[in-house]
RNA sequence: GGCAUCGUGGCCGAGUGGCUAGGCACAGCUCUGCAAAAGCUUGUACAGCGGUUCGAAUCCGCUCGAUGCCUCCA
């Protein structure tokens, strides 16, 4: 008997735009596609909040007992720049202006990519491919394209037929556009002679004498579009129909509208159950953009190192201001809003650290049951991140209440707000405990220990300038007392 | 200009056709040698204007504003 089995999960559903019962395609078993980063340049925030969402969502999933393939591709390749950049890649783009190979590029990036997804405490995708893994699968796909009629080969590029395809299918259905009013709203672009449409897409293009990003193929030397390659490998490793793709708000139009038309151009079926969309994260209140300088990368929020922040803030403080708002909602972040996310992840820290320690009574006077379900609850509905912290925190409130002795808790409660917690703050939200690491040391405690029996002493002797001298030096080395009704204790923050 | 999402108290951020979100900040109280921590209590709210309704912040329309997409983008 699998946890999941006992809970009904909705999902928002973009293609619909309604919430909607999850039902897996094949019981047990989760299939979920999620577009990766471009490494082109360092992975900046916005990008952390997309996936983090998503490995929540995993993460979810997996405490459940689902069986999940959870398929998050590297784009190393294939990525347009635009349509008038006589088909220059992204990747070859970046790798001229800094005078090394494009697989350099690719590497340096990817690395960044998982360092910074390591220090969010990400768990790993089941499988990690690349787009230039798969140009065979591409290829193949582009062939099945043109021999339903959708494509068209121009030159050594081949070109998606978006009003051919719309004639049998709907084109623009996820993003709620229709064909018509982007014919009448498009803007002109040079270089699109080759298309015999400005909707229509590259599936495949031709490469010039001097790109050195390059493969064979029918057409002749080239490389992948963009749209290409997630429809290549969510195929590949998920199948033709799976149960969740997800991505950024921003990929719905066109790149996931393309995906679908890929996919219901080649196979006839439409490749997706349920599509995720996270929604965007901006900074104090305007979108993120190199260019005005309104951006700020992982690196520098954990060091402090930057304009915008008064200071450093751990990755776990991030990750849960992150998980503090709903995935679909826009998110702002500010150094006032991550201040208050501070104080409340570590109120939520102290609560769990002393859990162990609680004393336990014949009863208890608080539902934990019901408390639990309630959790459950709220991941239920579309993975409400917000609410479960918000009973994360009537739990936090419990805690203290037991520990100050003004209620009390049974052993098996006791062991079921323990196991609960761990469930839903470590291996759920991904949130870890990063001063507890500190308080390991035997010699600290041991000193700590010492400390606090000795300032006792003072007080007890009415030596207030020794007690208040070693709480104000401890304070000043960022390490708190606290004064409980069961003696004292320490905070290292 | 078109499409989409949204506009909640000092800040962040949930939710809902009538009944307390939560975090942070602020104030009072309890505890404390004094603090801190913790607990208790209180206040300020649903952009504006119309409409539907017994009743709307929640549904509909308009206005204003924000964000995203429409061109690479999580």
Redesign the pocket.
């Known amino acids: 008997m699998q946890l999941y089995q006992n809970q009904t999960i909705r999902v928002h559903n973009s293609l619909t735009?309604k919430k909607e019962v999850f039902e897996p395609i094949n019981e047990g078993h989760i299939g979920m596609y999620v577009?990766?980063?471009?490494v082109y340049s360092n992975v900046?925030?916005?990008?952390c909040?997309?996936?983090m969402s998503f490995d929540m969502i995993f993460r979810y999933f997996k405490h459940l007992g689902f069986k999940v393939r959870y398929v998050r591709n590297i784009?190393d390749a294939g990525?347009?720049?635009?349509?008038a950049d006589e088909g220059e890649d992204?990747i070859a783009k970046k790798a001229k202006l800094e005078q090394i190979e494009p697989m350099e590029v690719v590497q340096r990036y990817t690395v960044d990519f998982h360092e910074t997804l390591q220090k969010f405490n990400f768990l790993p995708p089941s499988i990690e491919p690349t787009a230039t893994g798969h140009i065979i699968e591409q290829i193949e796909i582009i062939k099945e394209i043109i021999e339903k009629g959708f494509a068209y080969e121009v030159n050594g590029s081949v070109y998606f037929d978006v009003p051919k395809f719309n004639e049998s299918n709907e084109y623009g259905k996820l993003?709620?556009?229709k064909l018509e009013?982007?014919i009448t709203?498009?803007?002109a672009?040079t270089a699109q002679d080759e298309k015999r449409s400005?909707q229509d897409?590259a599936l495949w293009k031709k490469a010039e004498p001097q790109h050195i990003m390059r493969w064979p193929s029918p057409w002749g030397d080239g490389f992948p579009g963009?749209h290409l390659e997630c429809t290549a490998m969510s195929t590949k490793y998920l199948g033709e129909t799976f149960d969740i793709h997800g991505?950024?708000?921003?990929?719905?139009?066109?790149?996931h509208e393309c995906e679908i038309a890929q996919s219901e151009a080649s196979t006839g079926k439409s490749p997706v159950k349920y599509w995720l969309h996270?929604?965007?994260?901006?900074l104090n209140?305007?979108?993120?953009?190199k260019s005005t300088g309104n951006n700020i990368y992982p690196s520098e929020m954990f060091s402090g190192d930057n304009s915008i922040m008064s200071k450093a803030y751990a990755p776990a403080v991030v990750r849960f201001?992150m998980m503090?708002?709903?995935y679909?909602?826009?998110?702002?972040l500010?150094d006032?809003?991550l201040?208050?996310?501070e104080?409340?992840y570590?109120?939520l820290m102290?609560a769990l650290e002393c859990v162990d320690g609680l004393k336990t009574a014949t009863t208890s006077d608080f539902d934990y049951k019901a408390w639990k379900q309630k959790c459950y609850d709220a991941m239920n509905?579309?993975f409400?991140t917000?609410?479960l912290?918000?009973h994360?925190?009537?739990a936090?409130?419990r805690i203290?209440?037991i520990?100050?002795g003004?209620e009390s808790i049974s052993q098996e409660d006791k062991s079921l707000l323990q196991t609960t917690l761990a469930s839903f703050v470590y291996d759920i939200l991904g949130i870890e405990n990063q001063k507890a690491v500190k308080d390991d040391s035997s010699a600290l405690s041991g000193v700590m220990e010492l400390l606090i029996e000795l300032?006792n002493e003072a007080?007890a002797n009415?030596d207030?300038a020794t007690?208040?001298k070693i709480?104000d030096q401890l304070i000043a080395l960022g390490i708190?007392?606290?004064?409980?009704?069961e003696g004292t204790t320490f905070s290292i923050n």
């Open positions: 735009g577009c990766g980063p471009t900046h925030l916005g990008n909040r997309t996936f784009t990525h347009l720049e635009n349509d992204k993003s709620g556009r009013d982007m709203n498009t803007r672009l400005p897409f963009w991505g950024g708000m921003d990929l719905k139009f066109p790149h996270a929604n965007m994260l901006t209140g305007k979108k993120m953009s201001f503090q708002a709903h679909t909602s826009i998110l702002d500010s006032d809003a201040l208050a996310s104080k409340g570590h109120r102290d509905d579309d409400n917000p609410i912290i918000a994360l925190f009537d936090v409130k203290n209440l520990k100050e003004n300032r007080r009415k207030f007690s208040d709480r708190q007392l606290k004064d409980g009704k």
